[in-house]
């Protein structure tokens, strides 16, 4: 049974995939990603990785998605079929949704700090705290396993409701109702940090190129940190893209997207770091650089806490609107295949998410020293599911390459890309050979003991890979040239 929904207007599929984009991976990890890996350094190798992964792939996994019609793991049944390739490619869909599964559930505990953050600034509790109490704060607010599953609840919730009002009525209006605000908010928030902050310290410090700031540990934060900003290898742009009506263009939509994306990571590490530098703090502080060094920031500037406020809220909304791209596939997954109606299938992924998040919540206190993930791997449950972030997501998006680049047929892709011979030629070699290569590095992130030889071992390994998987369409289907 192929899917009955199709976005009301052409432009819907771009406001769905950037609400998807944009969330937690711009406004929290980009900027404390490049905080940690020298600023310009990092952004260079970002920018370049977006463009040999992060696009090739942005644009196999929709293309996937409105070629099939489909949620991702029926889509790749149907596609599978239709293309005499092995039914092992189905193995794309459940990875996606175990990937969305596990990354809600944490971005859910995560989102919810935000929450937390929104109220301590509106209420006035971090006014003219000094570093300590801030830190200390954060520390307390981790130690709390009722108020971290509380917010959790609230979040995941509040995503549920949307997905499950539907894609018309929940989707679309949410966020044609939330993106606009969130534009106006972040130029609020820019506007004041250009004011109160020292802009020209971020300026230097995330645009200006240090040749000895790049490294390789940088590079691989980087191609991980592109999966994840734009949401790929979980099968939320393959469901939107489902939707997308066949008219739209698609690359032109895809790089719509990319730019978007990384213009809001760009500026909200600009206005971040223009807060942090105003104020005289450290940017390299990790993944508490929102959480403890940005609220320390406003609590010393005017009118601090509500620009503060304003803030969380805006990185609220854009968690949100990333949530709910999380919940659909899954969702879309239950009701067509099992007949559930909408309602029973978002509750069963909402509570699912929730039910594992509590995992994350407890890995910061009651697990936090002798958790039985930690005896057992000698890292919390938070972490774990962190890690495998790293391996399924790539997978996934590995996968998505391989089967976009080898088994589609030449017809099928200029009829869903509608670009020049030339622009598809690049496409398809991206997809085929530089995009799979690349993200086998990502692997080896999480695996640290690996040894560096191994590197282009691994590489060489997934070229060949992507020349068998060739064979695997290649015997009885012929793509035309
Ligand atoms: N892209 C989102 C962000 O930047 C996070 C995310 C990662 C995501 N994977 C996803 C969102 C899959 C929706 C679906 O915060």
């Not at 003219?128 to 599953?149: I, N």
């Not at 909304?317 to 109606?341: H, K, Q, T, W, Y």
Request: net charge neutral; with cysteine; aromatic share 10%.
């Amino acid at each position: 049974m192929s899917t009955n929904n199709i976005w009301t207007h052409k432009g819907t599929f771009l406001l769905a995939a950037v609400g998807s984009a944009v969330g937690l991976g711009n406004l929290w990890r980009f900027p404390y990603l490049a905080g940690e890996n020298g600023g310009g350094a990092f952004l260079l190798v970002y920018i370049v990785t977006l463009c040999i992964v992060g696009v090739p792939i942005l644009i196999a996994e929709i293309l996937l998605g409105r070629s099939s019609r489909r949620s991702p793991i029926m889509g790749m049944r149907f596609l599978s079929r239709t293309h005499k390739a092995s039914r092992a490619w189905e193995s794309i869909g459940w990875l996606s949704a175990a990937a969305a599964l596990i990354i809600l559930s944490f971005y859910s505990v995560i989102a919810g700090w935000a929450l937390h953050y929104t109220w301590r600034m509106l209420t006035g509790a971090l006014i003219d705290a000094d570093a300590a109490t801030v830190a200390s704060g954060f520390e307390s607010l981790l130690a709390s396993p009722s108020l971290l599953t509380l917010y959790h609840t609230l979040f995941i919730a509040a995503s549920g409701l949307i997905v499950g009002l539907g894609v018309h009525r929940g989707i679309e209006n949410a966020l044609r109702l939330m993106m606009p605000a969130l534009l106006v908010i972040l130029l609020v928030i820019l506007t004041y940090s250009v004011m109160h902050g020292d802009m020209p310290a971020a300026a230097d410090f995330l645009l200006t190129l240090q040749l000895s700031d790049l490294s390789f540990e940088g590079w691989l934060a980087a191609m991980g940190q592109s999966f994840f900003t734009l949401s790929l290898g979980m099968g939320a742009l393959m469901a939107y893209g489902a939707y997308m009506p066949g008219k739209a263009s698609l690359s032109r939509t895809a790089l719509a997207i990319v730019i978007i994306d990384t213009a809001v990571a760009l500026i909200a590490g600009l206005a971040i770091f223009a807060l942090v530098f105003g104020a005289e703090l450290d940017p390299a502080e990790g993944p508490g650089l929102m959480f403890t060094t940005l609220p320390l920031a406003f609590t010393e500037m005017p009118g601090g806490s509500l620009i503060g406020a304003v803030f969380f809220v805006l990185v609220i909304g854009a968690a949100i609107s990333s949530a709910i791209s999380m919940i659909e596939p899954v969702a879309a997954f239950l009701v067509e295949r099992f007949d559930l109606s909408r309602a029973q299938s978002v509750a069963i992924m909402t509570i699912a998410c929730w039910g594992l998040g509590l995992l994350s919540v407890f890995s910061f206190n009651v697990w936090a020293s002798d958790s039985p993930f930690h005896a057992a791997l000698s890292i919390s449950a938070f972490e774990l599911m962190e890690l495998l972030t790293h391996i399924l997501m790539p997978l996934g998006g590995l996968m998505v390459a391989l089967f976009a680049g080898w088994a589609l047929t030449h017809g099928e892709i200029m009829k869903e890309l509608q670009t020049s011979e030339g622009w598809l030629h690049t496409w398809r070699f991206l997809v085929r050979f530089v995009s799979p290569a690349a993200v086998a590095f990502i692997f080896l992130r999480a695996i640290p003991q690996i040894e560096g030889y191994l590197i282009p071992l691994i590489g060489a390994v997934v070229i060949v890979g992507a020349f068998a998987a060739s064979r695997l369409f290649r015997a009885e289907h012929q793509p035309k040239h």
